[in-house]
């Protein structure tokens, strides 16, 4: 299994950048914020990008900021998303809905609104959900529409199995940090089965950093380099400051870790 760049890399999850999340819960930024946010990404060898429809307004400033880049810069940005999960801002609920009707209306959403689609992933997957025959519908759907690879956004271990034994997912995504290894068990299961991985939460949706634990980012970083995988670690500011600071934090992690790469 290759890596890209046979390493693993740094990703931006662009929750913020739609609607408040995290501990903070900050305010969301404006759309002049977002591109300059998207845009020191970029130039910083970012280019790994994780969004959602229900993260607001995230997936449409993404799409804003790729329609307008060249054909190169274009080709560089790995773009995923999910479907399976919407959000109402009016209340802030989020409504989770696995019918093979609300998966095909929100993937055309979503390739309206981003493109091109590097990666689907179901968001909020079970094992039921997982095993459905209308979840395999959409999938096979998004592959019919272009959509070359096709993963899951999981919180456990059997729910990550399942993904990969019954629908031969070609990535996992799942939260993983120091203040919580539940899901260590993916990693090894991911390469069982030649899946690439997407690390959320890396900094606790913000509490790790926050309360100082575990030390500086670096310090978290290093403690998910502690395992062998393929993909990246996805950060969750919106800040071009923050951002900066965790690219620092996650190179000087790598020459102290020595981050394993594929084989």
């Known amino acids: 299994m290759s890596c890209p760049n046979g390493k693993i890399r740094v990703g931006a999850g662009l929750t913020r950048l739609g609607r408040p999340w995290g501990v903070t819960r900050a305010p969301v930024p404006t759309e002049h914020e977002a591109r300059v946010f998207l845009e020191t990404a970029m130039s910083l060898g970012v280019d790994i990008f994780d969004t959602a ?15 307008a880049l060249g054909t190169a810069e274009r080709a560089r940005a790995f773009v995923a998303t999910k479907f399976g999960e919407a959000w109402d801002g009016a209340s802030d609920d989020i409504v989770v809905d696995h019918s093979y009707a609300a998966l095909a209306r929100s993937l055309e959403r979503s390739l309206d609104r981003l493109g091109h689609i590097d990666l689907i992933q179901l968001h909020r997957s079970t094992a039921d959900a997982l095993r459905s025959a209308e979840v395999r519908r959409a999938f096979a759907l998004a592959r019919t529409l272009g959509v070359p690879a096709i993963g899951a956004s999981v919180s456990r271990v059997e729910d990550a199995r399942v993904a990969l034994e019954t629908l031969g997912v070609e990535w996992l995504q799942f939260p993983y940090h120091v203040g919580n290894a539940y899901m260590e068990p993916a990693f090894a299961l991911a390469i069982e089965h030649g899946a690439r991985v997407l690390v959320n939460r890396p900094f606790g949706m913000g509490a790790i950093v926050q309360q100082g634990e575990g030390g500086f980012p670096e310090s978290a970083f290093r403690f998910i380099l502690g395992q062998r995988f393929c993909g990246a670690i996805l950060t969750g500011t919106a800040s071009p400051a923050h951002l900066r600071e965790n690219v620092a934090a996650f190179a000087r992690s790598v020459g102290d870790n020595d981050a394993p790469e594929s084989e």
């Open 53 to 67: 429809p229900s993260y607001g307004e995230s997936e449409s400033r993404l799409g804003h900021f790729l329609d």
